[in-house]
Structures are given as structure tokens and as C-alpha cells.
């Protein structure tokens, strides 16, 4: 789901309006419907707006998390390990240029990841 689906969708659950939606926010009637006839996004400075609105957080909005049912949360069967955290801790004890050097290794193995995968299949 867009961003926009998402609000149409919230607000069928609450049985809002368009005109309910614009009263709340401020945003014209003739916007919303823009956003569910053309399948566009509201702009930036409205979402905060919109959120306080349909009494949701702009995570929610955002990512569906707890309002789509398509949402799937890849963190969810995460377990942190004590060999996690030790890492964490050498991350965090880095310098400004100690870590672009360890995120600019990171990228370079994902890439190297990446082209062993292609030339492998």
C-alpha cells in the first residue's frame, strides 16, 4: 500500500469522510481527492496533520505497521545475541572516521555479495 491507500484505508475504518479529513487538517477536499483518483502521495507537511487526524503515528502511516494487513515486520524474529551487542559497543566506541571506514567495508561486501551471486548462477 502507498501512503495515500493507507489514509483512504484508515478512514474507511473510521468511518471518515473526505470532508471530515479536510475539516481536521486544513487540506482542501479537492487534494484528498486528488490523492485517491491519481494514486499520489500527500506532500511532506501535511503528514503530521493527517496523522494527528486519523489518531495514528507517522510510523504507522508510513510503513503500515499495526494498520496493514500487508505489513510484514523483518525485525520481529530478530533475537539480539551478546556477540550482537559486543559488536555494537566496538561500532560505537569508533571515531567519525574509524566508522565511514567500517559502513564504506559493509558496502563494498554487500557489492562483492552481490556479483559472486550473479556469476555464480
Same mark, same amino acid.
Given at each position: 500500500?502507498?501512503?495515500?491507500?493507507?489514509?483512504?484505508?484508515?478512514?474507511?475504518?473510521?468511518?471518515?469522510?473526505?470532508? +471530515?479529513?479536510?475539516?481536521?487538517?486544513?487540506?482542501?477536499?479537492?487534494?484528498? /481527492? $486528488?490523492? !485517491?483518483?491519481? %494514486?499520489?502521495?500527500?506532500?511532506?507537511?501535511?503528514?503530521?496533520?493527517?496523522?494527528?487526524?486519523?489518531?495514528?503515528?507517522?510510523?504507522?502511516?508510513?510503513?503500515?505497521?499495526?494498520?496493514?494487513? +500487508?505489513?510484514?515486520?523483518?525485525?520481529?524474529?530478530?533475537?539480539?545475541?551478546? /556477540? $550482537?551487542? !559486543?559488536?555494537? %559497543?566496538?561500532?560505537?566506541?569508533?571515531?567519525?572516521?574509524?566508522?565511514?571506514?567500517?559502513?564504506?567495508?559493509?558496502?563494498?561486501?554487500?557489492?562483492?555479495?552481490?556479483?559472486?551471486?550473479?556469476?555464480?548462477?
Amino acid at each position: 500500500m502507498i501512503i495515500s491507500e493507507r489514509i483512504f484505508y484508515i478512514m474507511e475504518q473510521k468511518n471518515m469522510s473526505q470532508l +471530515e479529513l479536510s475539516r481536521r487538517t486544513g487540506i482542501a477536499t479537492s487534494n484528498i /481527492s $486528488d490523492w !485517491k483518483k491519481k %494514486k499520489t502521495n500527500p506532500k511532506a507537511d501535511c503528514l503530521l496533520s493527517i496523522c494527528d487526524a486519523l489518531d495514528i503515528t507517522p510510523e504507522q502511516l508510513l510503513t503500515g505497521k499495526g494498520i496493514d494487513p +500487508e505489513y510484514k515486520d523483518t525485525d520481529k524474529d530478530y533475537e539480539v545475541t551478546r /556477540s $550482537d551487542i !559486543k559488536i555494537l %559497543k566496538q561500532i560505537h566506541s569508533l571515531g567519525d572516521e574509524q566508522y565511514k571506514r567500517l559502513m564504506a567495508y559493509m558496502k563494498a561486501l554487500q557489492k562483492l555479495e552481490q556479483m559472486e551471486s550473479i556469476v555464480g548462477e
